[in-house]
């Protein structure tokens, strides 16, 4: 009989790393192993708007109007930038387009000179914010409007900066578009103002996109991934995220119809959303445009239109980082951008621990240690019934190494004599395991905080490591974690069969050489554990008369005298 205790934890860590592989797929953009039950949604190919009003309330009509763009001949345009305390904006008087922003207060990851630009347009990259109207020949984002004068760059002691927009005026409809950035807020204030200028009543459809690529994101990891693309939030159906791949395939799966929540496009560290009042109706789309382009998004109503008479619809556009405090001031579930997963009711108080530890110790790398010391504190007891039980089965060892030599050809007979030593010495060859399977899902929820957690990002913690996100340039924290890794093996009963206690070895080698690509504040955050996990079977072994003793898979106990 193997040892039945170690074989279940490997079988719970491999399946835990399994567990993680998942979530890595799922992140990259691959099919999804949990939820795999997608409804189609109406195919490519859908039809655009009529040309002699408004397009049928779907999605896919609407987004494909949105895609045409309207009849306006090509006009000259210009980008003006608008600049506050923490964006730099540019515009393109084309439909008023966000073309490009930067975070201010964010370094680039290639050029830390730099600040990290979210939405741009350029040969290598687009990635836009854009409105317009549908439902006969309106003003769309194509359309050329013209800016009006005013202030461009938020002044020392304003508070705000407002710049309007004018469309000409199409089918006796204008449309007036008014932004306004405030100090300190990644979220912009956006106004449109439809003026029917008509002798007729009209109906127009207001929509909010965003559109980009399906470029990968630099400096990314072949080891781990984070989730890059729309992603939709409703009351009804909560946070559903559209992998570009069921877009390709025209089918994905999302609240189409819904009076709260956002539409959002998000990538590692950083998000665009765009957000509605609540209890505005609006019908979302997402939708496929070539072949690397996307488009997700929201249509509203703006009912009826008088002639002579205008009405205004509110919106917000977020660009911005990830940061939870901030994103939940905002908007309903828009904290959900930051995605944990299928660990989110677990990660979310964990990332609240931490941050709470940072303010008392003012570094993100102290911060992660201390976060690990009281998770080993408040688990100190599971953790002690386990080492307990492994200090046991390690005093047992020569025991039931002789037993098994000397019964070996008789497989029954030994079974019932190792059931009979372990009742006769009150050992519980599984009892290490329940407290472990407990913490696993604590530290998996820990992992995905620390992955995905933007303060983090670029945050120095001692010498060489001067930013947590990135592998450690050394590479002393990942040989640190490897080594510690082996002495925790070194410190655990070997198991009997020869092939299974190489394997117990061998997997740890394995699973560390894949840290050497990992974050440092990822490896800290292991090592830690590991260091506090070493400390604590070492003192539960010399309490228990067990004497520490480095074993490895070739060492023989010498047989002691057979009762």
């Not at 895609?67 to 923490?86: H, N, Y």
């Not at 953790?383 to 307990?388: G, L, M, T, V």
Request: with cysteine; charged share 20%.
């Amino acid at each position: 009989m193997t040892d039945i205790r170690r074989t279940i934890l490997w079988v719970v860590f491999a399946f835990s790393l399994i567990m993680l592989w998942d979530n890595w797929q799922i992140h990259n953009g691959k099919p999804a192993t949990f939820f795999p039950a997608p409804t189609a949604s109406a195919p490519a190919g859908a039809p655009a708007a009529q040309a002699d009003g408004v397009p049928a309330p779907t999605a896919s009509a609407s987004a494909a109007a949105l895609a045409a763009g309207g009849a306006e001949a090509a006009a000259a345009s210009e980008r003006i930038t608008l600049s506050t305390d923490v964006l730099r904006l540019t515009l393109d008087t084309r439909g008023g387009t966000v073309v490009r922003t930067e975070l201010l207060d964010y370094a680039a990851d290639n050029d830390r000179s730099q600040p990290v630009v979210l939405l741009q347009d350029t040969p290598e990259h687009s990635y836009l914010a854009q409105t317009g109207l549908i439902g006969g020949n309106y003003p769309t984002h194509k359309t050329v409007m013209q800016l009006q004068p005013g202030a461009r760059t938020l002044q020392e002691g304003q508070d705000s900066l407002t710049v309007r927009l004018e469309s000409p005026e199409m089918d006796g409809v204008k449309l007036v578009k008014t932004l306004t950035l405030r100090r300190g807020a990644y979220d912009i204030g956006v106004k449109h103002e439809i003026i029917n200028t008509s002798g007729q009543s009209i109906n127009p459809q207001l929509y909010l996109q965003l559109m980009r690529d399906n470029m990968p994101l630099d400096g990314g990891n072949a080891f781990y991934s984070t989730f890059t693309g729309p992603a939709f939030y409703s009351e009804a159906s909560k946070y559903q995220k559209v992998e570009f791949a069921d877009l390709d395939k025209g089918k994905a799966t999302f609240e189409k119809n819904a009076d709260n929540g956002y539409v959002a496009m998000v990538q590692h560290y950083f998000a665009s959303a765009w957000l509605l009042a609540q209890g505005v109706e609006r019908e979302n789309f997402a939708r496929k445009l070539d072949d690397k382009f996307y488009t997700a998004g929201m249509i509203t109503s703006l009912g009826t239109i008088e002639p002579g008479q205008s009405k205004s619809e509110e919106a917000r556009l977020f660009i911005g980082p990830q940061e939870e405090k901030m994103m939940e001031s905002l908007a309903p579930g828009l904290e959900l951008v930051k995605d944990y997963g299928m660990f989110t009711i677990l990660a979310k108080p964990l990332y609240w621990l931490l941050d709470a530890i940072h303010d008392v110790l003012g570094n993100w790398g102290w911060a992660i240690v201390g976060l690990v010391l009281l998770l080993k504190i408040a688990f100190y007891w599971l953790n002690a019934k386990a080492y307990a039980s492994m200090a046991k089965m390690k005093a047992l060892g020569p025991r039931l190494q002789e037993m098994r030599e000397r019964l070996k050809d008789k497989p029954q007979q030994m079974q019932q004599e190792m059931m009979r030593i372990y009742r006769e010495e009150k050992v519980n060859p599984l009892g290490g395991c329940l407290p472990i399977m407990i913490q696993i899902p604590v530290f998996i929820a820990l992992y995905w905080v620390l992955l995905s957690s933007v303060e983090i990002r670029q945050a120095p913690w001692i010498l060489w490591i001067t930013d947590l996100s990135a592998k450690d340039p050394l590479y002393i924290l990942p040989v640190l974690m490897g080594l510690s890794s082996l002495l925790q093996v070194a410190l655990n009963p070997v198991p009997p069969d020869p092939m299974q206690a190489k394997l117990m070895w061998l997997m740890p080698l394995m699973f560390s050489f894949m840290f050497f690509m990992f974050p440092a504040g990822l490896v800290l955050y292991w090592l830690t554990n590991n260091i506090l996990s070493i400390a604590q079977q070492w003192v539960i072994n010399v309490r228990m008369g067990v004497p520490p003793q480095f074993n490895h898979p070739f060492k023989k106990h010498p047989a002691p005298d057979s009762k």
